[in-house]
């Protein structure tokens, strides 16, 4: 199931949530990052290939990871 969608703003880029078995994870251009609670907030930077989101990781209240690579491989 997909949850939130957001495109770069050269739509070269895309981003959303997606859901299965109770969890979420970020999928940026077909890459999939880490399993978490859940994942809200997606949206694109104006301009660039940039994304931003709020994650939810064992009850921790949702904060945005500080970069792709950190959400990525986040365990």
């Not at 994870?25 to 997606?42: H, M, T, W, Y």
């Amino acid at each position: 199931r997909v949850g939130s969608l957001a495109f770069s703003a050269d739509s070269a880029h895309l981003c959303y949530v997606a859901r299965d078995g109770g969890r979420a994870r970020v999928v940026r251009d077909g890459e999939a990052g880490a399993p978490c609670d859940d994942a809200r907030a997606l949206v694109a930077a104006p301009a660039g290939a940039r994304f931003a989101w709020a994650v939810r990781r064992e009850g921790a209240p949702l904060l945005p990871p500080s970069s792709w690579q950190e959400a990525h491989h986040w365990s």
